[in-house]
């Protein structure tokens, strides 16, 4: 256990340094000087981290120790990014994206101590979809929702603004994991055999029809696709954890691409993105207002000329690509550090999706594997989609990269997001001597209504097949 624990404080202490070593090389060569206001916060963060490590191993000891250094070095990326284009454009983002490092911080610490146990969340599953529901529509209300950059999705106060829609994809995700642990067992049951897959019944297409609406209306109502894409993914893939059926995934697929495609000839802002990704070196797409592909092709020219090692940190013109501390994030890490920093940063996200998919496979309680699964999937999609948007694989969606990009909002919920990750795993890696009494019983059931529902599940698709 000593020799673990050793291990897991030199890993965080590895990737302080390299935070250090970063931001003194970043403002060495754009200010010439480290700015004092910066240490200060940089120091508080650093301060803020160890005690989060502590309160882990104190509350949470069989968690995984892998997904915190790794949000550390992704945070340490983004802002010291948007801190190096804030000396060119002279604006002052990157100081406000590190005081949202340290509310995200005190949030997560809040988190681990308080939620013992994850399984509490399912008693509120419909609390979770009803304040999830009103996160996600409170733009649409007059006085206090916001329109910027053509997308309806921010609330504001004054001169702050909030995305609620970010709060909202975690307490979505902890109905529809509750949702489909009870109900599983219906929409498992299989119907007919089309093409070698068993479409399910007529009948259990109602929550996915919905969701379906559901996800539409946020596209048609705030102008979001990336959004909209986001939450019926998420559903799509936790029906599919919790039913094992392809055939879900088919429809959600079907469904969703044509609704989009649909979506694209009804309405402007969905078709200037497909136009400028079929077309983005056309000159007339290119200098089409509003919904050119100017942005996009400035991003990609960027990333071109970083090469396989990149112009050097606060050596390239990031700044030149609009929004380029935010939706483009990953374009100027491109320029600057490269090829190899681009690699280096999706390793960082595969390390954390790793550790949650392997969190989902060990844990025993269904709810909770379900609820794994949905959060880190979550990720994984955001992370391809701004990825895949960027360099031309689909087009452009609106998400920003977890923990890189400006914006407090988003910075908050991935952190909360990874603090579940964490929470689940340590219920995941706990010696089953370890645990007391009551959450020893609790497992047991959780483990027998498993066994109960799989055997009721295999005697309905014996009974469905006997029928066809």
């Known amino acids: 256990m000593i020799v673990m624990r050793l291990r897991q404080v030199s890993l965080l202490a590895f990737t302080m340094v390299l935070s250090f070593l970063l931001y003194f090389q970043m403002f060495q060569r754009t200010l010439g000087t480290f700015p004092t206001r910066f240490a200060g916060l940089l120091a508080v963060i650093g301060a803020l981290f160890l005690v989060l490590w502590g309160l882990l191993l104190k509350f949470q000891p069989y968690a995984s120790q892998s997904i915190l250094p790794c949000v550390l070095m992704l945070t340490t990326i983004g802002t010291a990014m948007v801190a190096r284009i804030?000396?060119?454009?002279?604006?002052?983002?990157?100081?406000?994206?590190?005081?949202?490092?340290?509310?995200?911080?005190?949030?997560?610490?809040?988190?681990?101590?308080?939620?013992?146990?994850?399984?509490i969340l399912r008693r509120f599953s419909y609390v979770s979809m009803v304040v999830g529901l009103a996160l996600l529509l409170s733009p649409m209300l007059p006085v206090i929702g916001k329109e910027i950059g053509g997308a309806r999705i921010w609330i504001g106060f004054g001169s702050h603004t909030l995305q609620p829609g970010e709060f909202a994809k975690l307490f979505l995700a902890f109905f529809f994991?509750?949702?489909?642990?009870?109900?599983?067992?219906?929409?498992?049951?299989?119907?007919?055999?089309?093409?070698?897959?068993?479409l399910p019944r007529v009948k259990d297409l109602g929550p996915i029809i919905v969701i379906w609406f559901a996800s539409m209306g946020v596209l048609i109502m705030q102008h979001d696709l990336g959004t909209s894409l986001l939450?019926?993914?998420?559903?799509?893939?936790?029906?599919?954890?919790?039913?094992?059926?392809?055939?879900?995934?088919?429809?959600?697929?079907?469904?969703?691409?044509?609704?989009?495609?649909?979506a694209a000839r009804l309405f402007a802002h969905v078709g200037y993105r497909v136009?400028?990704?079929?077309?983005?070196?056309?000159?007339?797409?290119?200098?089409?207002?509003?919904?050119?592909?100017?942005?996009?092709?400035?991003?990609?020219?960027?990333?071109?000329?970083?090469?396989?090692?990149?112009?050097?940190?606060?050596?390239?013109?990031?700044?030149?690509?609009?929004?380029?501390?935010?939706?483009?994030?990953?374009?100027?890490?491109?320029?600057?550090l490269g090829?190899?920093?681009?690699?280096?940063?999706?390793?960082?996200?595969?390390v954390i999706i790793t550790s949650g998919f392997i969190t989902a496979m060990k844990i025993k309680d269904g709810f909770g594997k379900l609820l794994a699964a949905g959060l880190v999937f979550t990720m994984a999609f955001q992370v391809f989609t701004v990825v895949g948007g960027i360099t031309l694989?689909?087009?452009?969606?609106?998400?920003?990269?977890?923990?890189?990009?400006?914006?407090?909002?988003?910075?908050?919920?991935?952190?909360?997001?990874?603090?579940?990750?964490?929470?689940?795993?340590?219920?995941?890696?706990?010696?089953?001597?370890?645990?007391?009494?009551?959450?020893?019983?609790?497992?047991?059931?959780?483990?027998?209504?498993?066994?109960?529902l799989s055997q009721r599940s295999s005697h309905r698709h014996a009974a469905g097949e006997a029928r066809a």
Request: glycine share 10%.
């Open 393 to 452: 694989v689909i087009p452009l969606t609106g998400l920003t990269m977890p923990y890189m990009a400006a914006g407090g909002s988003s910075l908050i919920a991935n952190y909360l997001l990874a603090g579940l990750l964490i929470v689940i795993s340590n219920a995941a890696n706990r010696p089953a001597v370890d645990t007391d009494s009551d959450t020893f019983e609790y497992e047991a059931l959780a483990v027998l209504r498993e066994r109960e």
């Open 86 to 119: 804030d000396a060119e454009m002279d604006t002052d983002v990157a100081y406000r994206q590190l005081i949202w490092t340290c509310v995200a911080l005190v949030c997560t610490a809040l988190l681990v101590v308080f939620l013992r146990d994850y399984r």
């Open 339 to 350: 090829l190899t920093g681009l690699l280096a940063v999706l390793v960082l996200y595969v």
């Open 177 to 198: 994991a509750a949702y489909l642990f009870d109900h599983r067992d219906q929409l498992a049951v299989g119907g007919r055999k089309v093409l070698g897959m068993r």
């Open 275 to 336: 136009q400028a990704w079929l077309h983005p070196f056309d000159a007339q797409v290119y200098n089409q207002y509003p919904g050119g592909s100017s942005q996009l092709v400035k991003g990609l020219f960027g990333m071109a000329s970083g090469g396989i090692l990149g112009t050097g940190i606060g050596q390239g013109h990031p700044s030149i690509t609009p929004l380029a501390n935010s939706d483009f994030i990953y374009s100027s890490i491109g320029e600057e």
């Open 231 to 262: 939450y019926f993914a998420m559903y799509v893939s936790m029906l599919y954890v919790a039913t094992g059926r392809k055939s879900w995934m088919a429809i959600g697929f079907v469904a969703f691409v044509a609704g989009s495609a649909a």
